[in-house]
């Protein structure tokens, strides 16, 4: 029989081998070393009670009542060790599955804002709305009016492109314009498509008909080629459906059903009913990209309603708004550790997230976007849109947004753990914002909801005016030293502009055009090829450093928003369109419209 002396220095052992063992292996092995350490503490509890026990029948009264106390302590140790072992466990788990961001710089509030500064609680002063309250009736103040000798700079760098792009590839995808040569990937004559409505727009009237005669003429519908789903959609379907409402030419209509139709079979291809990243038109075979290890991309299945209502309301085909529906009944089910915040990655098999990543840039960004917009565009008729959109709000502020240095900004986030990365992809979200705010979508919180637009507002301007160039990295850093660049490359993208366009048209703050500006001449300076169009720029700190890209959303997109800021508010007013995410302009559904898609939907 062991004394107690003897038990106290069997615990003792217990004690340093456990920490002998977490010295040794814990930091490589964490999980399995836990887990090696309950076995052993467990083994060593009942080893300890019978290694060496005597015939019960040797055995005095005492000798028994001292072993009963001493396993009952060494029971009790234990089952404490196990319990605080699992709850190491599973920290280390969920370490394990979202690797940790870097420790943060002290300047960095690495608090959520609400719980830094509560918007919520009114600490922070909050600007009156300029518009008067909480639902926005589209009538904004005449302060700001057109100003033509923007509109003329800008109007000539879209001839210039448009040209270019005429010259040398008419009909196809994209001008390379170093090389003067041409690229396809949607086979549809993409620039052409997503230009009609700024050549409209701007009043580019005779560019505009010959651009018809080529889609009515000589478009493909169904080209023997993979196509993008998401691309195809909100490019070309939009592109058309925005062309067919601002001319009236049914041809834009037929067009955009009959390319539509052929997308969606990217609908038949997965067991969860999820459309594929890409799709053949002809044949209708589809795939899934191998770099996210086939899984479907957020942004990619669920951007897509705004198209689709417009055409169930044009054509009364209703097969449309059910895939739309379908979308987003589908990631509104969807569980997830946030109330609001999607996964990146879905599996097409069984429809669970296969990544933890959040992102209001890459692969999620227009999914949010199109919340808040399908509501805007069903005339508020769909309540679950709304309410999506604003838990999406509220998981921002609540989780999301942090500061640097002054300034805020929306990282992506990795699990529970935000980086410090905001890619300018996310540059849409202040004027999303702005324009939630504006129609007050999340009530009673407009003012401070427009207060977040403009800070981070702020903060993508920022962008632009840290480089050399005054053109925005693709991405930034927040760092001890504030903003720095990631990714070094300029590439015509729009979004920062877009927030422009609509913080202008909702304040009519001279600083947003004065941004916008500022923006437009660095693009002008610093992306101009002479005689063909622009190109995509390198590195900001060195723009002579080129690549021969010129994407269509350049034509689409940013020279179309630059444009409108300095146009009166009378030209595609903003309580009457919807922009899609490629920034086509749709006119609001009707309240009667939107009731019979919806009454079909439902099967009323
Ligand atoms: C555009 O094609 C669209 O705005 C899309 O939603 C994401 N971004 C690109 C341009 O950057």
């Not at 089952?79 to 699992?86: A, F, P, V």
């Not at 692969?363 to 919340?371: A, C, F, I, V």
Request: proline share 5%.
């Amino acid at each position: 029989p062991r004394s107690t002396a003897g038990s106290a220095g069997m615990r003792k052992a217990i004690h340093r081998r456990i920490i002998a063992l977490r010295n040794t292996v814990w930091y490589r092995h964490r999980v399995a070393a836990r887990l090696a350490v309950v076995a052993v503490a467990v083994l060593v509890v009942y080893v300890a009670a019978f290694r060496g026990s005597p015939e019960p029948s040797r055995r005095t009264r005492a000798q028994i009542v001292d072993r009963v106390q001493r396993l009952s302590r060494l029971n009790k140790a234990a089952r404490k060790l196990t319990n605080s072992l699992r709850k190491s466990l599973a920290h280390a788990k969920a370490r394990l599955a979202s690797p940790p961001s870097p420790s943060p710089p002290d300047d960095v509030i690495s608090q959520p804002l609400s719980q830094q500064e509560n918007f919520r609680q009114g600490v922070l002063p909050v600007p009156p709305l300029p518009l008067g309250g909480d639902r926005w009736d589209g009538r904004v103040n005449k302060v700001g009016g057109r100003d033509p000798e923007k509109l003329e700079a800008i109007r000539g760098a879209f001839r210039l492109a448009w040209g270019g792009y005429s010259k040398y590839c008419y009909g196809e995808d994209e001008l390379r314009p170093l090389s003067r040569t041409c690229s396809n990937w949607v086979h549809m004559g993409l620039t052409l498509i997503d230009s009609l409505d700024t050549l409209w727009i701007m009043g580019l009237k005779d560019e505009f008909h010959k651009a018809k005669r080529w889609v009515a003429n000589e478009l493909p519908v169904a080209p023997n080629e993979k196509v993008s789903f998401f691309e195809s959609t909100i490019r070309v379907t939009g592109g058309l459906l925005s062309a067919y409402e601002l001319s009236g030419d049914p041809v834009f209509l037929e067009k955009a059903t009959q390319i539509q139709a052929n997308l969606d079979q990217a609908f038949q291809d997965t067991e969860i009913g999820m459309p594929v990243s890409e799709i053949n038109l002809k044949t209708g075979e589809g795939s899934l990209p191998g770099w996210t290890g086939k899984s479907l991309i957020l942004s990619e299945i669920g951007t897509n309603a705004v198209e689709m209502l417009k055409l169930s309301q044009h054509t009364k085909k209703m097969e449309f708004a059910n895939y739309a529906e379908r979308v987003i009944d589908f990631l509104d089910q969807l569980e997830t550790p946030v109330k609001g915040l999607y996964p990146s990655l879905i599996s097409p098999k069984n429809g669970r997230p296969t990544s933890r990543r959040v992102s209001f840039g890459g692969m999620g960004d227009s999914w949010y976007e199109y919340l808040l917009k399908s509501w805007l565009l069903s005339s508020r008729q769909v309540d679950k849109y709304k309410r999506m959109y604003v838990e999406t709000l509220q998981a921002i502020k609540t989780n999301m947004i942090k500061k640097s240095n002054g300034r805020i900004y929306l990282p992506t986030m990795e699990g529970t753990f935000t980086t410090r990365l905001m890619e300018h992809l996310v540059c849409f979200m202040p004027g999303l914002i702005a324009l939630g705010s504006a129609e007050g979508v999340n009530q009673g919180r407009s003012a401070e909801d427009l207060r977040l637009a403009e800070e981070l507002m702020d903060t993508c301007v920022e962008m632009y005016d840290m480089s050399e160039s005054k053109l925005a990295p693709d991405s930034v850093r927040f760092s001890n030293q504030g903003m720095v660049i990631d990714k070094r490359e300029f590439r015509l993208r729009p979004e920062t502009v877009e927030s422009l366009f609509y913080l202008w048209r909702i304040t009519h703050k001279q600083k947003y055009r004065d941004a916008a500006w500022m923006i437009f001449q660095a693009m002008d300076r610093n992306c101009r090829v002479a005689g063909v169009g622009h190109a995509n720029v390198k590195d900001v700190n060195d723009p002579s450093q080129k690549e021969d890209r010129m994407e269509s959303f350049w034509l689409a997109e940013t020279l179309k928003y630059l444009f409108l800021t300095f146009e009166d508010d009378s030209v595609i007013p903003l309580n009457k369109y919807v922009f899609n995410t490629e920034a086509h302009p749709l006119e609001k559904i009707p309240e009667q419209e939107m009731q019979v898609i919806l009454s079909s939907l439902h099967g009323a």
